[in-house]
Nanobody, 120 residues
């Protein structure tokens, strides 16, 4: 079995910073892409940023220059450093990981989500 656990959310004032973490554990052979999504109230879940195993990244325009994703492959962990936060960044943030669990089997595994609230 595989578990993905997110942490690090909270309440912060506009202009502040937060760092999210997401750790995968269990029967893992390797992890390819790891992503952060977010879902604001009444809105669809959107992709914030993705990072490949080799470290290539792709950010949504709304967070470029403010958010930085990184990963530690040895720890099966991905991080999201969020700076210059805005009220419109308020959402539940989810981690997704594409995980190889057997020689021929890959799956998408989601974390439970962590709430980020930015006050104006």
């Amino acid at each position: 079995q595989v578990q993905v656990v997110c942490s690090g959310g909270g309440l912060v004032q506009a202009g502040g910073s937060l760092r999210l973490s997401c750790a995968a554990s269990g029967s893992i052979i390797s992890i390819s892409a790891m992503d952060w999504y977010r879902q604001a109230p009444g809105k669809q879940r959107e992709l914030v940023v993705t990072i490949t195993r080799s470290g290539s990244t792709n950010y949504a325009d709304s967070v470029k220059g403010r958010f930085t994703i990184s990963r530690d492959n040895a720890k099966n962990t991905v991080y999201l450093q969020m700076n210059s936060l805005k009220p419109e960044d308020t959402a539940v943030y989810y981690c997704n990981a594409v995980i190889q669990v057997s020689q021929l089997r890959y799956g998408n595994y989601w974390g439970q989500g962590t709430q980020v609230t930015v006050s104006s």
